[in-house]
């Protein structure tokens, strides 16, 4: 737990960057129009792609011990995934929407 601690002290400004980077996605997300949501979602699964890229680097170079980064970078790659597998479905539904009953069959 000491570690933990230690951790926090000397990363106190990367941490309050991150906080203030949560809310401030939050309210650029919640100002986007309904009808551009879904496209936006497409680029938002380039974007996650590189958040699992990320994570899979930051677990590959996290110390043994170091569980911490160990735990966070695999949340990280878990979450990520599920967000980019859902943007894809909800992009390709879409896709669906606009094509003719003839080239549905």
Known sequence: MEQVSVFI????ELIYVVILSVFLGIEVISRVPS???????????AIHGVVIIGAIIVMGKAEPGNYLALILGFLAVILGTI???????????????????????
């Open 9 to 12: 002290q000397q990363h106190i």
């Open 35 to 45: 009808v551009l949501h879904t496209p936006l979602m497409s680029g938002a699964n």
């Open 83 to 105: 967000n980019v597998v859902g943007g894809f479905v909800v992009t390709d539904r879409m896709l669906e929407m606009f094509k003719n009953k003839k080239d549905k069959k």
